[in-house]
């Protein structure tokens, strides 16, 4: 079994800042991509920025300049530093991670429960 644990969301006026954190726990081998996707009222789900094993990042144009995602390889853990927030980026965030377990030795996709952004303009 892996969980995926998210922490640090919330409301936050526009221009400030969050720091949103996720946490992989389990049977785990291996994590190969973590990183974070976005559900906004009446939109569909978004990646937002992703990571891989070797340091790689990738970002969506919209957030590219104000977001950053590390990883903690150790601690099997991915961040996601939000600065000059808009209002545009309410939205429930979602960590994912591409995990092989010690039952499947295969990669697969997990997801967290989800946490609430608000930003308030």
């Known amino acids: 079994q892996v969980q995926l644990v998210e922490s640090g969301g919330g409301l936050v006026q526009a221009g400030g800042s969050l720091r949103l954190s996720c946490a992989a726990s389990?049977?785990?081998?291996?994590?190969?991509?973590m990183g974070w996707y976005r559900q906004g009222p009446g939109k569909q789900r978004e990646l937002v920025a992703v990571?891989?094993?070797?340091?790689?990042?990738n970002y969506a144009d919209s957030v590219k300049g104000r977001f950053t995602i590390s990883r903690d390889n150790a601690k099997n853990t991915v961040s996601l530093q939000m600065n000059s927030l808009k209002a545009e980026d309410t939205a429930v965030y979602y960590c994912?991670?591409?995990?092989?377990?010690?039952?499947?030795?295969?990669?697969?996709?997990?997801w967290g429960q989800g946490t609430q952004v608000t930003v308030s303009s």
């Open positions: 990571g891989n094993s070797a340091g790689s990042t």
């Open positions: 389990g049977s785990i081998i291996g994590i190969g991509t």
């Open positions: 994912y991670a591409t995990i092989m377990t010690r039952e499947t030795w295969t990669y697969s996709t997990y």
